[in-house]
């Protein structure tokens, strides 16, 4: 394994995971906007400072927030989530595991099921189950970042068996279930985005995730284009 994680550093990546998923997962909210732009939220992150990309994300988020808010911006911007991440037909940019990687970018597959089942073994549930797919990388996002809060309890209270369980199942769902098509995610975003905002958050999510899969001695290779192992 990579870098060691104190209960600070996950819970951290945690809140960032958290974050990260709030972005793609739900509709900007006027408040929520409002606050990120009034409080400046996107100038740094507690968590992933040292990847170029998290950074690049950051500073394009932090760009557009640096405009005025008007009600013509924060219009716009709702338009823009709901075309690239929900559409009336198909997404400009999908978020759907199984549309990357299943034949026909078939919905409700045998992936979607398998990240069900991952939800299942933590007592999660979708709200909105069998309506929506289960392996939106929003709602993966936040199970990457709840399991990470729940291995700084374990560290925490001194059960590190728990812990070293709950690193390995966090390992095995980003290998398995995030990164394969994630790079594909991102490269849909930044060429169907419009605003600085989400070609920013692309770039965070993907930064996030490669920064915290280095702890597994995963790394994502520029040339291919792929996340691989840097050791046995």
């Not at 999660?124 to 929003?138: F, K, N, S, T, V």
Request: charge should be negative.
């Amino acid at each position: 394994m990579g870098d060691i994680y104190d209960c600070g550093k996950l819970e951290a990546a945690g809140v960032c995971f958290v974050a990260a998923s709030r972005l793609l997962y739900c509709e900007p909210d006027d408040a929520e906007i409002a606050n990120q732009v009034e409080q400046r939220m996107f100038e740094e992150a507690p968590f992933g400072m040292d990847d170029a990309r998290v950074r690049a994300g950051l500073t394009a988020m932090d760009a557009w927030c640096d405009e005025p808010l008007t009600a013509e911006r924060m219009a716009a911007l709702k338009r823009e989530w709901f075309r690239l991440f929900v559409g009336a037909g198909t997404p400009d940019a999908p978020s759907w595991e199984s549309f990357y990687v299943d034949p026909n970018s078939q919905l409700f597959s045998k992936h979607t099921l398998e990240v069900r089942a991952w939800y299942q073994r933590y007592g999660l549930q979708i709200e909105r189950l069998h309506a929506e797919p289960d392996d939106h990388l929003g709602l993966m996002l936040g199970f990457v970042g709840h399991l990470a809060g729940l291995e700084a309890e374990a560290l925490s209270d001194g059960d590190e068996a728990r812990a070293r369980q709950l690193a390995h199942d966090q390992e095995a769902f980003l290998v398995e279930h995030v990164l394969p098509w994630l790079a594909a995610w991102r490269y849909s975003v930044n060429e169907r985005a419009a605003s600085s905002y989400f070609r920013g958050a692309a770039d965070l999510v993907f930064g996030l995730c490669a920064c915290y899969a280095r702890r597994f001695d995963v790394a994502f290779d520029e040339d291919k284009q792929v996340f691989k192992r840097t050791s046995g």
